[in-house]
Structure formats: C-alpha cells, structure tokens
C-alpha cells in the first residue's frame, strides 16, 4: 500500500498543497513551523480519522477558513482508491470514497492504513492513560473499522449516562429522589458497547505483547525485556496471565455486575466509574512499570516498539501500511536511528519528515521535498 497524491486545502497552515509521492522512501525537508508535520498529520487523519495531535477536530481548520479537506489516492494490491475527508467547524463531517459521498466519515476507514511515530508518542508512555486507550483504538479501528461505530456508540452512551447521573445525583443532594428510571436501560447500552470494545482491546494487546517485546530487543538489546498488559476496571477481565479472553457475553454481564456494585458512588460522584473509558495497557520493562521508572532514551524505545508492533500486526492482517515517521531522527541515538532506518528500508512506503537532509540515515535515500514559505516542491 502507498500514498499516490495528497491534496490538502484550509488544513491547519496550508491554504492549499499537492504533491505526488513515490513507492519507496519520501522525504520532507524543511526548518521547523513550514508545515511538514500539517502533511504527515492530514494522511494519518484519513486512515484514523483523529490526528495524533490534538483530541478535537477545530485545529485542523485554517484559521479563518470554515472547512478543510483532505484528499488523497491510494494504491493497494495494484487498485486505486481515493479517499476524500471535508471537516466542518461545528457540523458533522462528510466524506467521499472514489469521488461518490459516503453515509459516514467512518466508511472511508480501511482504505488507508498507516502507522505514524511522531514526538507526541512518548506520551504513550509518560501519559495519562488516556493517551494509551487512544493508541489501542487508533490502532483497532485500522484493524477493524467496524469498531469504530462501537467505539462511537460507546461515548455517545457514556455521555448520555453521565449526564443523568448528574442530574439525580444534584437532585439527591438537593432533597429530592433524583429520576433514575431509565438508568438499567443505559448501563444495558454501556454494557454491550463496552464488552465489545473491551473484547477487542483485549485481543490487541495479547496479539501485540509478542511483537513489541521483539521490537524493543531489537531497538534496545541491553535494556532488558519489554511487557505490557491489560488493566481493565472490570474485575477478573483481562485474563493476561492466562492470556484466554472472556467471551464478550461474559465480559457484558461482568460489567453490568460491576456497574450495581458503584452505582451509589456514581451517583454520588456523577460519573461514571467502570467500563473500557476507565482502563489503561500498563507498560513493563524488566516486571517495573516504565512510567516513572524508565530514562528517556528507554520510553523513546518503547514508544517505537509499539509502534513497530502495531506495523507488524497490520501487515500480517492485511496490506501492509504506510510508515510514517515524524520528525523522530532528530531523538534518537546513533544505534536507535540506525535499528529504526533499517526496519523502515523494507516497508512499502515511508514517508519522513526531517528539519536538516543530514537528520535521515543514509540507508533511506529516495525521492526529497523541501517545504519552505508555503509551498512544497520536489528536490530530488
């Protein structure tokens, strides 16, 4: 799978840019702020919709534009397909696919698939857990679009169940009984959405620990071994020392379990207190927890490592992704760099950004771009 042409307009700085890239390794050369990373981020977007960014969509605009689109042609197995995203400041987006409008943003997910390591992904492992739960999801919803709807039903119900558990729990404090006749029919919902996501998740990380563990060896051979696990709110869930996986009618009524036991304090607080929004993927290196424990040069690791592991898995599932690094050379040692560049010689397409040419290894030679004053032009 490769990138043909990307066509961005009214994309955070870029009023307009197209650009045609090769098979192989692209380059984008320029000072930092010209706006190599605003291209890198509009091609995750597609394959993801979400940037790896920013958590919101409004940034994404130009300022002072009402709409940005994203364009691109993407080969695979020697088809073309183009996929085409319109983000709206305060509507819902639309989104075409070869040219014809889609019901849905997410039915465009599957015609691109990438893997994209950038700076922001040391927050994987330095992070809130939420940064980790978003990197699972990004991650499920490449391998399996259909997720993304569960995904979607799931904060939707969340935020529905939250907004009544505010409501009675104010009404409570104020004297009142506080209405929460429609609450079973709501954690029903939250229940099932979350089961599945929770499922999925699972299966993921089982699916990944052996390919990170290897990534990790291979990038930091003296740093010792890599782990990570499921840590789910849902009691007796994870089932990462077996590695055996509840079915999802089991892991549904574990839930629903689980809700009843909080429901008083989640009344009391207004929020809601178990289901997948709750977990975090716990990382380990040498059985301690790298968050707080791990130096710098060894998050850096473990960031690429599930990086390379996601890439592994999406290659094995299907076409093999387009790999895009953002502007990491620059973080890495001399033996990082080189490990990295020898892994990202043998994808399909890679596609870099870099502030100085002498920033890429010279194992990744191929076609150059220098982005400079708002435009982009082909150097070599």
């Known amino acids: 799978m490769f990138v043909q042409h990307l066509s961005v307009a009214d994309f955070r700085s870029w009023t307009r840019a197209d650009l045609a890239f090769d098979p192989g390794v692209n380059v984008l050369v320029g000072r930092n702020g010209e706006g190599k990373t605003n291209l890198l981020e509009a091609i995750g977007y597609l394959a993801t919709l979400g940037s790896h960014r920013v958590a919101t969509d409004a940034p994404l605009i130009r300022a002072g534009a009402d709409r940005a689109v994203v364009q691109a042609a993407v080969v695979s197995a020697g088809r073309q397909l183009v996929l085409e995203i319109e983000i709206t400041a305060g509507r819902a987006n639309r989104a075409k696919l070869n040219r014809a409008p ?89 229940a099932s959405s979350g089961a599945q996501l929770l499922a999925a998740r699972l299966e993921l990380v089982r699916a990944m620990r052996p390919h990170a563990a290897q990534a990790y060896a291979e990038l930091a051979p ?47 607080r207004g929020v809601s207190l178990v289901g997948p929004h709750r977990d975090d993927l716990e990382l380990r290196l040498n059985a301690l927890p790298l968050r707080g424990y791990a130096s710098h040069g060894e998050g850096w690791s473990a960031a690429l490592a599930l990086r390379l592991a996601c890439y592994e898995l999406l290659s094995a599932d299907g076409a093999e992704p387009v790999l895009i690094l953002d502007d990491v050379f620059a973080e890495l040692d001399t033996a990082r760099r080189d490990q990295l560049a020898g892994i990202a010689a043998k994808a399909e397409q890679v596609l870099i950004s870099a502030a100085v040419p002498g920033d890429v290894p010279p194992a990744l030679s191929g076609a150059q771009y220098l982005v400079a004053d708002g435009e982009v032009r082909r150097d070599r």
């Open 222 to 268: 003296s740093s010792g071994q890599l782990d990570l696990s499921y840590v789910s709110s849902v009691e007796n869930s994870a089932g990462n020392d077996t590695g055996v996986i509840p079915p999802v009618e089991d892991l549904e009524r574990a839930l629903l379990d689980e809700l009843a036991k909080v429901r008083p304090a989640e009344i009391e």
């Open 102 to 190: 889609v019901t849905r943003p997410r039915d465009i997910l599957g015609g691109l698939r990438t893997v994209l390591f950038a700076p922001e992904d040391l927050a994987i492992v330095r992070g809130d857990p939420s940064e980790r739960r978003r990197f699972l999801d990004d991650v499920l919803v490449q391998l399996t679009p259909r997720l993304a709807g569960v995904r979607a039903d799931y904060e939707r119900v969340l935020k529905q169940r939250a907004a009544l558990l505010k409501t009675a729990g104010a009404a409570r404090r104020a004297g009142g009984a506080g209405d929460l006749r429609t609450l079973e029919v709501w954690d029903g919902h939250l």
